[in-house]
């Protein structure tokens, strides 16, 4: 498979960036340390180098973060103005949480986290509108959660795509943008359903398992931290059904969002 290019001082930023993530693809896996609310973090003022501290040293003094999916990452944000740390601008989802527990623990990194994501994208979609969406932010760290779309909408007739498509749109949207932002920190996200749902059934799975598999080896082949988010779902069913962490097996509750932002902020702790 080709690989994103990348100079050699570039390559170095990013396995750098690796070694002190600590993840690739092989991602921590299991149920989130806690399942509580926002309202857990730490004061802001607690450094996150000391021991009890935070452990995000990935990210850097004024660092730009963008969240880009489709409607999980959406979660009803307004579009008009799509500010960075503004609560409208991100909705109610686990974007949010993870952006108010960010700018909280780390007030004194000056950081700019934005929302991006449009509700019924599939990977194509994320590609037209890339330029004004990513590039043009320059993130220094880009997290992507893209997929169940890409299977949802073929599944309904609504869309003709299919997992192959799904790979090679994927990899020359990663293509494209280490291409223009060399240094940049990937955060790839696993799609996920949850069966006994108003929406989805056992007939999902063995289909919507290789958009999974496709997900996570693009998380290895680019360096990219890999967010266990169907491995995070499928152990807190076991604590309480799918119909509490999701109505349809899609879209999560509000215990759900909480589980995702509690599963990514792992990711980058590990």
Partial sequence: ???AKSNTGSGQSRRKFIMNAGIGAASVTGLPFMLGSCGNAAKSGESEEEPGGFGYEIISQQDIILFQGDSITDAGREKKNELPNNA???GPGYANIIAAKLLNDLAAKD??????????????QLDERWQKDCLDLKPDLLSILIGVNDYWHF???????????????????????LSELPDIKLVLCEPFILTGTTAV????????SQYKEIAARLAGEF???WVPFQSAFDDATEIAPASHWTHDGVHPSMAGCELMAETWLNALQS
């Fill in 1 to 3: 498979m080709k690989k």
């Fill in 88 to 90: 409208r601008s991100f």
């Fill in 111 to 124: 950081l700019s986290i934005y929302n991006r994501g449009i509700s019924g994208n599939k990977i194509f």
């Fill in 155 to 177: 599944r309904n007739g609504k869309y003709d795509g299919t997992p192959e498509i799904y790979e090679n749109d994927y990899r020359n949207l990663l293509n494209r943008t």
């Fill in 201 to 208: 059934d056992d007939s999902w799975l063995e289909p919507f």
């Fill in 223 to 225: 360096e990219a931290i």
